[in-house]
């Protein structure tokens, strides 16, 4: 069983579009994130979720929709997509006060 | 925000090689984590070092925390072509209390 799952995978799309990405976690943890990884591998947090709940926002443009139905889902919802949101976004989850994150695989978003 | 800058940023070497990498800060951290990372893969924690000073061992890796928790060092040592990745640390210290990433060395091991 795959503990962070993403999907999907790998998404192509064209510019103004909009797409989604999915995650969910089996670990019981309480806490998920959004980060994101550009072409020079830098990995910066987009978002926190804690028990369905918003705690972290970084500077994100607001075409960036986080959603979490419940503590283990958390969605990313892109509205307008732009040639310079491609990138790989990773999900990661953990309890709250551990800080260890285990992360998806990953979902390669290419905007054309 | 706390900043953590690693290095060298690439390192292509010959498999039995040893080698370092490096990550620094000005700020003083509660505790770094060594994550690696794969193609295609998310990152995978290796180890977290808390107390300054501490040395851990994975096998042939070795991780080593400043005695100022302001620095981590990994030491590989006989790398083989397994060890191939994107090695990232990591520490407590954004805006919100959130893990923040250093920009990772590339290792590449070379049969």
């Known amino acids: 069983d795959t503990a962070v799952s993403q999907t999907p995978k790998y998404l192509v799309t064209q510019m103004g579009n909009d797409k989604s990405i999915k995650c969910e976690q089996n670990?019981?943890?309480?806490?998920m994130y959004w980060y994101k990884q550009d072409s020079k591998k830098f990995l910066k947090i987009m978002f926190s979720y804690n028990n369905k709940e918003l705690i972290i926002n970084e500077t994100v443009p607001n075409r960036f929709s986080p959603k979490s139905p419940d503590k283990a889902h958390l969605n990313l919802h892109i509205n307008s997509l732009e040639l310079g949101d491609s990138a790989v976004y990773f999900c990661a989850s953990t309890l709250s006060g551990a800080n260890v994150l285990t992360f998806g695989a990953g979902s390669r978003l290419t905007v054309l | 925000t706390q900043l953590l800058e690693q290095s060298p940023q690439f390192l292509s070497i010959q498999e039995g090689e040893n080698l370092t990498v490096y990550c620094n800060s000005s700020s003083v951290f509660s505790s770094l984590q060594w994550y690696r990372q794969e193609p295609g893969e998310g990152p995978v924690l290796l180890v977290t070092v808390v107390t300054g000073g501490e040395v851990k061992k994975l096998k042939r890796l070795t991780f080593q925390f400043g005695d100022a928790r302001k620095d981590s060092s990994l030491h590989i040592t006989a790398a083989q072509p397994g060890d191939t990745g994107l090695y990232l640390c990591a520490g407590v210290g954004g805006s919100q209390g959130n893990l923040i990433f250093g920009k990772g060395t590339k290792l590449s091991v070379k049969p």
């Open positions: 670990l019981g943890h309480d806490t």
